[in-house]
């Protein structure tokens, strides 16, 4: 099989889960959200926004709204997770990127998921560690949490796709093995 630099860094990328105190150089993130900026996106209409939040505060505030609109939910386990004094949805990271669209075509939110990945790849090229964060894209409607991050930079008509946190992988944190699984492809000839 045929490798390059590109095809080892998808194929090494991990998610992080644990991060160090230390955040990522001002070049570097500027260097991930470019990355970014280059994704596939329908029609090229780049009707994305990408919102990076560097300030501790900051981030401990959304976690807290996020956890508030948790625990209004009918569903057990995210009302446990907004009650849960310790949970935090950027997993402590340094840096998190809110990844917003309007929502007015449909393919919004898979032109959010083709940046999301350029800045995984990019991160991780970088020797940046990177995780998927959900938790945004389902209280982004919540009152209190478009409030805050409409106060953040998010445009108010923008539903949020995803976030991605950033950081330096935590060297006491085990990542896990990838496994590909077997019979996911098809080719016809």
Same mark, same amino acid.
């Given at each position: 099989?045929?490798?390059?630099?590109?095809?080892?860094?998808?194929? =090494?990328?991990?998610?992080?889960?644990?991060?160090? $105190?230390? *955040?990522? &150089?001002?070049?570097? !993130?500027?260097?991930?959200?470019?990355?970014?900026?280059?994704?596939?996106?329908?029609?090229?209409?780049?009707?994305?926004?990408?919102?990076?939040?560097?300030?501790?505060?900051?981030?401990?505030?959304?976690?807290?709204?996020?956890?508030?609109?948790?625990?209004?939910?009918?569903?057990?386990?995210?009302?446990?997770?907004?009650?849960?004094?310790?949970?935090?949805?950027?997993?402590?990271?340094?840096?998190?990127?809110?990844?917003?669209?309007?929502? =007015?075509?449909?393919?919004?939110?898979?032109?959010? $998921?083709? *940046?999301? &990945?350029?800045?995984? !790849?990019?991160?991780?090229?970088?020797?940046?560690?990177?995780?998927?964060?959900?938790?945004?894209?389902?209280?982004?409607?919540?009152?209190?949490?478009?409030?805050?991050?409409?106060?953040?930079?998010?445009?108010?008509?923008?539903?949020?796709?995803?976030?991605?946190?950033?950081?330096?992988?935590?060297?006491?944190?085990?990542?896990?093995?990838?496994?590909?699984?077997?019979?996911?492809?098809?080719?016809?000839?």
């Amino acid at each position: 099989m045929k490798t390059n630099e590109v095809l080892e860094t998808i194929k =090494t990328r991990r998610s992080v889960r644990a991060y160090t $105190a230390q *955040a990522p &150089e001002t070049d570097d !993130l500027v260097t991930i959200l470019e990355a970014a900026k280059y994704a596939p996106n329908g029609m090229h209409l780049e009707s994305w926004h990408f919102t990076a939040i560097q300030n501790a505060e900051k981030l401990e505030e959304l976690n807290s709204r996020i956890k508030g609109a948790f625990a209004k939910s009918d569903d057990k386990h995210l009302q446990e997770r907004g009650h849960n004094k310790a949970y935090c949805c950027y997993y402590h990271a340094p840096v998190l990127v809110i990844v917003s669209n309007k929502p =007015t075509q449909w393919w919004a939110g898979m032109d959010c $998921a083709c *940046a999301i &990945e350029n800045m995984f !790849l990019a991160a991780h090229s970088l020797g940046i560690g990177s995780c998927w964060i959900n938790q945004l894209g389902t209280t982004c409607n919540d009152p209190e949490v478009r409030e805050f991050i409409t106060s953040l930079g998010v445009p108010a008509d923008h539903q949020v796709y995803g976030c991605v946190a950033l950081g330096y992988a935590d060297p006491k944190a085990p990542l896990k093995e990838k496994v590909v699984k077997e019979g996911t492809v098809t080719i016809v000839e």
